[in-house]
């Protein structure tokens, strides 16, 4: 039966350390953890996440901290939020149509439960569509930020 335990956090987070992330290293640790125990607790298959090649590129990263983890712990992984060709061939614009395709990506993934990373402006929104479209969700955080300090 498909599920969706949902993770709401900025996306500073997902990109992980670069030269210009305000955000310490234990505070990425921590992120890192959050992500493993919600998967093993939850006995996922997938992370997925709102996330694209395209905007990890334009900021020189080849992979998000979701990808990492979904790596380490052998799960499945898919980025799912549209690239700029792909919103103007779809029409995509406003955030419930990419609410929309993220849950299309999801259910073409076909690997459930899965564990889903997005910007914490969209978990209550994302919550509705996947309940209103007949998959079941878990609001893991509604907006994470870690409790470490510098």
Not at 37 to 65: D, F, H, P, Y
Not at 81 to 97: L, W
């Amino acid at each position: 039966m498909p599920k969706v335990y949902l993770i709401g956090t900025t996306h500073l987070y997902q990109f992980g350390p670069t030269p210009f992330t305000p955000i310490l290293a234990v505070q990425f640790d921590e992120f890192r953890e959050l992500l493993r125990q919600s998967a093993r607790r939850n006995q996922v298959r997938a992370i997925a996440e709102e996330m694209s090649l395209e905007a990890l590129t334009l900021r020189n990263l080849k992979e998000s901290i979701p990808k990492q983890i979904a790596a380490e712990l052998g799960l499945g992984h898919r980025y799912c939020d549209p690239n700029k060709s792909t919103r103007k061939e779809k029409r995509i614009s406003a955030n419930s149509e990419r609410e929309a395709y993220w849950r299309d990506q999801i259910l073409t993934m076909d690997l459930f439960p899965v564990l889903y990373v997005c910007g914490a402006d969209h978990v209550r929104g994302f919550s509705k569509l996947l309940s209103e479209s007949g998959i079941p969700v878990d609001i893991t955080a509604l907006d994470w930020e870690s409790k470490a300090t510098g």
